[in-house]
């Protein structure tokens, strides 16, 4: 019998593990919840590293919610499980191996027999573990599909409405969510079965160990009390074991989504990237025998061989029928897809072998329908320079504005340059996001400029604004020829522009196969340069007589 003091130094005893244990449980979930959270941000910020460095053909080809749903659901899977699970996990596994030495020894001969089941619930967790995570990939592939439809439809809400198209988008959506459900509910009786099995082994073990240890007491072997305290410490590992195999199962969720995530962080982008110094950039552009086929769609050729001169400082037209290769062409200048065959130089260099940053400081575009962003005026036009060494001041920005004919509707604005634009810049009309756009790339003093001569879809009087603000860009580059003018590349369709290009590329299904100033191309009657004038007049003429 223990004598009373012996006992209250147990129950002190008791007292401070107690306590201790509140201490170090509360500190382990504060330590796991940090360290959840930094894995979260950590795997998203490298994920998104790795994904803005990708080829523009990965994006072709890849659903925008599959990026969007490895960033966000994907990330934050794989962060929230490091924090519950593999704080609870390490706790269970402690407390297993602290159990198992205590019932060792009480009694080995028992210790064995409770632990027969261990190896038939190892080999099924494995199983289990694999069929979950072939799960968790198809469903979370599921949600992305999900994704990619509402933000398809969000990005477009005024063209769901006028199409009355919300219960077909909702149709869709409700489809993706369909198969995910169906996917969740065999993940549902997958688990089932197997937290039948990792329950009820264990209990039936337990029956078996009373048993065998109710002959052991009944021989001597071991004391009651023993037996007693070596249940106790079963029922304790078998609650570890449960909760082993409950987060198991999570995890392996969890090694699913991260699988996924991985796969993009180590995926390389198809460009090589290298960031040989350049000397000063010239805006000398020359393709040799250029082929290209589109990742997305690597069965088409779109250049055939091309090749072109452009001298620094002047001015080129592109010309020709649309899907001809005319926008392919100021792709490849800017070095956004690969080509599969023949070189594109940029003053006698590689475009390969500049770096990124380099070919964007030397090569400006301005696109037919120009992406903004949900930003000021003001940080759209210096969009990518901000914080870098080349960041404009407000003086330039004001500059940049007034030459692309953008000055006048901002200083009507109550906010002037620092008015938020709207997401993709929808609170501005077509006419003033294409001057912004003209004004964004003539900030930053590029040594090439990229034009897609888009004015088909503004209004006459914006046409006219963003037509003049390209004429005077024009005139202006006629005027500074030679050392430090721009060199000028235009996808054209004006016969005024056209007119005006030192160099004109007529460009059919992927070739140039006429060039030379607007006089010289014309005495050739029959050639492509002359055909493709007189269809555009017989098609103003059309306009007129409409008129
Ligand atoms: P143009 O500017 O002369 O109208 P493009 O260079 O835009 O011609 O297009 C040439 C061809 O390449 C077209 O058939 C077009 O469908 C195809 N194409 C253009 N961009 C892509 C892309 N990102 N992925 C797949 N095919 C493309």
Known sequence: MWEVPNFIKYVKLLVLASVLAGVFSGLRGSVFTVVGGRVNVRLRIQLMDSLLSQDIGFFDTTKTGDITSRLSSDTTLVGDQVTLNVNVFLRSLVQAFGVLLCMFLISWQLSILAFISVPLIT??????????????????????????????????????????????????????????????????????????????????????????????????????????????????????????????????????????????????????????????????????????????????????????????????????????????????????????????LLDGQDVHEISPECLSRTISIVSQEPTLFARSIKRNIMYGLEGTDMEPTHEEIVEAARLANAESFIETLPQKYDTEVGERGVQLSGGQRQRLAIARALVRKPKVLLLDEATSALDAESEHLVQSAIDDMLARGKNEKGEGAMTVLIVAHRLSTVRNADTIFVIQNGQVVEEGNHGQLLENPTGAYSSLIRRQMQAQEKLDIAK
């Not at 198809?138 to 006028?162: H, I, Y």
């Not at 078996?208 to 009651?224: A, E, H, K, P, Q």
């Not at 290298?274 to 393709?287: K, L, N, T, V």
């Open 123 to 344: 080999i099924l967790s494995k199983w289990y573990g694999n069929y979950v995570r072939s799960l968790t990939k198809l469903m979370q592939k599921k949600l992305a599909d999900g994704n990619s439809v509402s933000e398809a439809a969000f990005g477009s809400m005024p063209t769901v409405r006028s199409f009355d198209a919300a219960e077909a988008e909702l149709k869709e959506f409700e489809q993706h969510m369909g198969k995910y459900l169906a996917l969740n509910k065999r993940s549902a009786v997958a688990y089932c079965g197997y937290a039948a099995f990792t329950t009820a082994v264990p209990q039936l073990v337990f029956a078996v160990v009373v048993f065998y240890g109710g002959m052991l007491v009944r021989n001597n072997d071991i004391s009651i009390g023993d037996l007693v305290k070596f249940l106790l410490y079963l029922q304790a590992l078998s609650d570890a074991f449960s909760s082993i195999g409950y987060i198991f199962s999570s995890l392996t969720q969890a090694v699913g989504a991260a699988d996924k995530v991985f796969e993009l962080l180590h995926r390389t982008p198809r460009y090589r990237e290298s960031s040989a110094q350049r000397e000063a950039p010239r805006g000398e552009i020359q393709f040799e025998n250029v082929d290209l086929y589109y990742p997305a769609r690597p069965q088409r050729q779109v250049l055939n061989k091309l090749s072109l001169k452009v001298e620094p400082g002047s001015i080129i037209a592109l010309v020709g029928q649309s899907g001809g290769g005319k926008s392919s062409v100021m792709s490849l200048i800017q070095h956004l897809y690969e080509q599969s065959g023949g070189r594109v």
